[in-house]
């Protein structure tokens, strides 16, 4: 009897870490399913959820100008992220497709549910022209070419006004074309809701294009065009190509910013657009398709809800730029995904000290730079310091302290310079001796991490690396 219990034990025994692993590898499956599903989700509830929560004017047209720019940065990354081509004219397709589409309505009157592939179509035509050019060099060469003629069609919209329309643009009205059953389109909610769906079909229309085959072509250029040469491709072939659809996504944004305040002007072929979009990229992060997505958002809020209480959100956006670019090279959807499996990996009770430290830190020094730079544009603008402290603060206190307790604190601490300079200093101080306490954590959670050995997996090894990158010891 004795004999034959011993063998099923040992095979149980056997068959017990199969079936471990087995659960552990279909666990890892639907981390990943979930992963790849998360930002999609995230995107449709941003586009879709606050229209229906706040009925707001306002709120439609913000989420419309961040519809267009999600377009518009990730049809850029197609050739910064996609392709390794920095380009500073990106904003000559985008406005010069908007153009084309406004002509086109206003003479033929096309349904304005199709205008973006109109859009769209003109851009990649003056892509597949301008391309031409610009593709002959890549590297800083390319980068030199696009701000040329990026500089000619910003000054042929001044010098030709009876295309581009002069100072007052060109202007069209989009109840006036063909309804779409009982939708005119002249009403901001249904406008935004073309304009939500266009965005979302052109991001999964980029995304079916990042996974053929030629754009791993296009990657493989971007990394080792010798090589690639040698392999048989032709590496100028591969960037005029990726040029001319990238200049066909551009106009599609460009035809939605048309749509959405019914007018284009020279502002949308100016260096200023090309250079916001290449912020956008770079904020959100090249190497993720989502990357651009999260600097839009970002662009977006600075840009309008900055903007509208202070004159220094340009100084805040460069400062925040100048932040990400040095702090987390990848961007903010690398630097949440170096992080995120680092949680996975460690658990949020190993990496706890960290992350509240850090954020006590960053808080912490963001309201001292912002009370030393709104102390600044308040005395040189000869404005009332403490309203210009109120402004700017309510915007992220206002819903936890109330509008009025914002306000009373501000003006407190802003009618005194002696306060308002102990204030700075002591936030500063305190976000010093955050910023040391986050670094000693870091070490410490460093060492721990040398300590459980090597990473398991290739899922792991990106928390290992972000504990190493964090703790300066990444080489």
């Not at 007018?263 to 990357?291: D, H, K």
């Amino acid at each position: 009897m004795r004999e034959r219990i011993e063998p099923a034990r040992r095979v149980a025994a056997t068959a017990r870490p199969e079936a471990n692993a087995g659960a552990a590898q279909a666990r890892r499956g639907r981390l990943v399913t979930w992963s790849r599903l998360l930002p999609w989700l995230a995107l449709i509830l941003l586009l879709a959820l606050p229209p229906l929560v706040w009925r707001q004017s306002w709120l439609l047209a913000y989420l419309a100008q961040t519809a267009t720019m999600i377009v518009f940065a990730l049809s850029y990354n197609l050739l910064l992220g996609e392709t390794g081509l920095l380009s500073f004219g990106h904003a000559a397709y985008a406005g010069l497709g908007a153009l084309i589409a406004a002509h086109v309505f206003n003479r033929f009157g096309v349904p304005l549910a199709l205008l973006p592939l109109v859009g769209g179509a003109g851009a990649a035509l003056c892509g597949a022209l301008l391309g031409f050019i610009s593709t002959r060099r890549a590297g800083t060469a390319f980068a030199m070419i696009t701000l040329g003629i990026g500089e000619l069609v910003a000054a042929a919209a001044w010098t030709l006004p009876d295309w581009f329309g002069g100072e007052a643009g060109v202007a069209i009205d989009r109840a006036s074309g063909p309804a779409f059953g009982a939708w005119t389109f002249g009403p901001a909610r249904e406008a935004y809701t073309l304009i939500a769906l266009w965005c979302l079909l052109a991001s999964v229309a980029m995304f079916a294009l990042t996974r053929t085959p030629f754009m791993r072509v296009a990657n493989a250029v971007r990394d080792n065009p010798v090589r690639a040469a040698a392999i048989g491709c032709y590496p100028r072939r591969i960037r005029y190509g990726v040029v001319v659809m990238s200049a066909f996504f551009a106009g599609v944004a460009g035809t939605l910013a048309l749509i959405n305040v019914e007018l284009v002007s020279t502002e949308s072929v100016s260096m200023l657009r090309s250079g916001s979009v290449l912020i956008a990229t770079v904020i959100g992060g090249t190497g993720a398709f989502f990357g651009p997505v999260a600097g839009a958002v970002v662009l977006t809020f600075f840009s309008t809800a900055v903007a509208s209480v202070t004159r220094a959100w340009l100084f805040y956006l460069g400062l925040f730029f100048v932040v990400i670019v040095v702090a987390a090279p990848d961007g903010l959807a690398g630097f949440l995904a170096r992080h995120a499996a680092r949680l996975v990996r460690y658990g949020w009770r190993s990496c706890r000290a960290v992350y509240l430290a850090g954020t006590a830190a960053f808080v912490l020094w963001s309201a001292a730079v912002v009370l030393a730079v709104q102390w600044a544009y308040a005395a040189q603008f000869d404005a009332d310091q403490g309203a210009a402290f109120g402004s700017v603060f309510s915007v992220t206190l206002g819903p936890a302290l109330g509008a009025s307790g914002v306000a009373s604190l501000l003006s407190f601490v802003g009618s005194s310079p002696t306060r308002l300079s102990l204030a700075i200093f002591a936030l500063a101080a305190c976000g010093t001796l955050a910023a040391f306490a986050a670094r000693r954590a870091q070490h410490r959670f460093a060492a721990q991490a040398r300590t459980q050995g090597p990473a398991q997996g290739p899922e792991q090894a990106p928390a290992q690396a972000a504990a190493l990158h964090d703790s300066g010891d990444a080489r």
